[in-house]
């Protein structure tokens, strides 16, 4: 623990930038939270050298998309402002007409601007929820506040850390947040809590054992004998996750690369963050005594 201002160090070269990002140029949401339309088409062959018929289409058409990306080698995705089934019918019409093939339809999902701001606030609040009820579930097992306090402010740490890498990622790259991301995010919550809850299990039985012994000493034994599980457990999820970022689809993909980001940034936190803050305030306690 004697290095745990540079541990505090690293965490906050990775979160200012994440941070000024946020506040600059914010997240970029998807039709999810801002409403309109996914229209997923599948051609017979791939779809590489159709993508500037599909915008040419578009465009004649006066639909006012966001982005036109492939799902798979045989698939497109379009995402545009809300439009009409008779919109879909003439966009497939006339894509048959350029490229002598008709595109099947797989998907044509409509979410209205109502119904996107809803789920921007149950999103808010399913993670202030998540967040409470840990806070209150730590406290009450380990019968100290500082414990459950801790947890949380080192859930947070992750929660920042992942939202500024895709603050980034949206303003230089234009990826956007869906309804996956906010899954990614709870359940990256969900993990960097249980390691830390590990190592604080660790701490709790270390004080029983050894009465004598200082906190800080106690906190280092507890990092030293659960830090090779911690890494081995990660690396098992980390090497899945990649070879899903590999292989998988696009529409994936972000899905996949969020998870990577809080998997590397919770195994980091529950040792190298939640430890050193319960550490800095054991230290505040006896100083105030």
Known sequence: MKHKWLFFLISALVIIPGLFS??????????????????????????????????????????????????????????????????VSSIIGTLAEKV????????????????????????????????????????????????????????????????????????FSGVEIDTLFVTAVLTILSFSVHDTVVVYDRIRESRKKFPGVTFVDLADKAVTETLPRSINNSMTIILMLLALYLLGGSTMKWFVFALLVGTVSGTYSSTFTAAPLLVVWEQFKMRKK
């Open 22 to 87: 946020l506040i600059k140029w914010r997240l970029q949401p998807s039709i999810d939270f801002t409403g309109g339309t996914i229209l997923e088409l599948e051609f017979t062959q791939a779809v590489g050298d159709r993508l500037s018929a599909i915008s040419e289409t578009l465009n004649e058409l006066k639909i006012d998309y966001s982005s036109i990306q492939t799902s798979g080698e045989k698939r497109i995705l379009i995402k545009a402002k809300p439009i009409t089934r008779e919109d």
């Open 100 to 171: 002598r093939e008709k595109p099947a339809e797989l998907r044509f999902d409509t979410v209205g601007p109502t119904l996107g701001k809803e789920l921007i606030k149950k999103t808010f609040f399913a993670i202030l929820l998540g967040a409470c009820f840990i806070l209150l579930y730590v406290w009450k097992q380990f019968k100290q506040p500082m414990y459950g306090v801790c947890a949380v402010l080192a859930m947070f740490h992750d929660s920042l850390v992942l939202l500024g890498v895709f603050s980034l990622l949206g303003h």
